[in-house]
């Protein structure tokens, strides 16, 4: 009867064991027998491997989504962009022009001439409104003024005599200013 070897068996080489797992066996393939053919049959069984996983992947997500199983085989590989032609995308701007002309009260993307109004001329200003909105802003302005000059008249400060500080200092005399040094 065969004995099932483990890393830690007592008596077992570890790094035998590690040398005999799968996990040290070699990731690569050896490129001296690999012939054009075998790669190319290679790429193709990989490429159908993943396009069976890929559609494995939408019938799990159509799943979530709340459908059935079914309808995700159907599916099959995704759908590439789609391109569309010069001539439908013309018609569809002609479509959009038409909804915003419609929006705007318009018929067939042109103004019709008894619906809308004429354009507005544009409207001037008389002399005497001028003069009026020149003197409320004459008025406005000179009540600003006052108001700043109140606000200024009593924080007005006086100036600090510092100048005669220094002029004091130099002033004094020797015994002075022992006085000040000892007291200190």
Same mark, same amino acid.
């Given at each position: 009867?065969?004995?099932?070897?483990?890393?830690? #068996?007592?008596?077992?080489?570890?790094?035998?064991?590690?040398? $005999?797992?799968? =996990? %040290?066996?070699?990731?690569?393939?050896?490129?001296?027998? $690999?012939?054009?053919?075998?790669?190319?049959?290679?790429?193709?069984?990989?490429?159908?491997?993943?396009?069976?996983?890929?559609?494995?992947?939408?019938? $799990?997500?159509? $799943?979530?989504?709340?459908? #059935?199983?079914?309808?995700?085989?159907?599916?099959?590989?995704?759908?590439?962009?789609?391109?569309? #032609?010069?001539?439908?995308?013309?018609?569809?701007?002609?479509?959009?022009?038409?909804?915003?002309?419609?929006?705007?009260?318009?018929?067939?993307?042109?103004? %019709? #001439?008894?619906?809308?109004?004429?354009?507005?001329?544009?409207?001037?200003?008389?002399?005497?409104?001028?003069?009026?909105?020149?003197?409320?802003?004459?008025?406005? =302005?000179?009540?600003?003024?006052?108001?700043?000059?109140?606000? %200024?008249?009593?924080?007005?400060?006086?100036?600090?005599?510092?100048?005669?500080?220094?002029?004091?200092?130099?002033?004094?005399?020797?015994?002075?200013?022992?006085?000040?040094?000892? %007291?200190?």
């Amino acid at each position: 009867m065969r004995r099932p070897i483990y890393a830690d #068996s007592p008596g077992q080489d570890v790094e035998w064991f590690r040398r $005999l797992s799968i =996990w %040290s066996a070699a990731t690569h393939m050896p490129t001296q027998k $690999l012939t054009p053919e075998i790669i190319h049959a290679a790429i193709e069984g990989f490429e159908s491997q993943k396009r069976r996983i890929d559609s494995q992947i939408d019938e $799990l997500r159509h $799943l979530l989504n709340g459908g #059935s199983a079914e309808a995700g085989a159907e599916s099959g590989s995704p759908a590439g962009k789609r391109k569309i #032609s010069a001539a439908g995308r013309r018609r569809m701007a002609a479509a959009q022009k038409a909804r915003w002309a419609k929006i705007r009260g318009e018929a067939d993307g042109q103004p %019709s #001439s008894g619906q809308s109004p004429a354009p507005r001329t544009k409207r001037k200003l008389s002399a005497a409104g001028r003069k009026a909105i020149s003197e409320a802003t004459k008025r406005r =302005w000179a009540l600003k003024r006052a108001e700043a000059a109140k606000a %200024s008249a009593p924080t007005k400060k006086t100036p600090a005599k510092t100048s005669s500080r220094k002029i004091k200092t130099k002033v004094r005399t020797a015994p002075e200013a022992a006085a000040i040094s000892t %007291s200190q």
